[in-house]
């Protein structure tokens, strides 16, 4: 199975600060890879150099084959949401179908996915933690990605829309 993932001797440093120190590991297409460990750590850091929002310090990453990240071969759930609190979630992922070139019919799809459909037209600035949080999720899964990429994907959730998303999230 080819490699989707290859990282080589990462090294990332916030000032003085070594976050990772010489990372090594590689991703099959079609498994599942998961980081464990304690807040700072260095999980969020691994995924932000992994999907370009971050350079290494050193070392060597490659995303499909390449040194930067393909933003439209990815999907990304991050720990900010980025969502526009004044837009309703409709026009939020709307505004993303449009920069992935996706139809946004797709749209109701995901929401029904990850179980807020009806829920369209609420502005975003009126959802609860984990609505919000289900709906980052429905941006990261809009296009269809190669590649997903989950940080605390079920932080907020509550055990029932927990489990769906598990389920969306593997397959």
Do not use: W
Not at 108 to 133: C, F, I, P, R, Y
Request: aromatic share 6%; hydrophobic share 40%; charged share 25%.
């Amino acid at each position: 199975m080819e490699n989707v993932i290859e990282v080589r001797n990462l090294v990332h440093q916030f000032g003085v600060k070594s976050v990772l120190k010489g990372l090594d590991f590689d991703v099959k297409r079609g498994e599942t890879f998961g980081f464990l460990g304690p807040s700072g750590s260095g999980k969020t850091t691994t995924i932000k150099v992994l999907t370009s929002q971050l350079i290494g310090s050193s070392g060597e990453v490659r995303v499909f084959g390449q040194a930067k990240a393909d933003l439209k071969r990815i999907g990304i759930l991050t720990d900010n949401s980025g969502l526009y609190e004044r837009l309703t979630i409709y026009d939020n992922l709307a505004l993303f179908c449009d920069l992935y070139g996706t139809d946004r019919a797709r749209i109701l799809d995901v929401l029904e996915e990850v179980n807020l459909a009806g829920e369209e037209k609420t502005v975003v600035k009126k959802l609860s933690k984990g609505m919000k949080q289900r709906v980052t999720l429905a941006r990261a899964i809009l296009h269809k990605p190669d590649l997903l990429f989950l940080d605390e994907p079920t932080s907020a959730l509550d055990p029932v829309n927990r489990t769906r998303i598990h389920t969306v999230c593997a397959g």
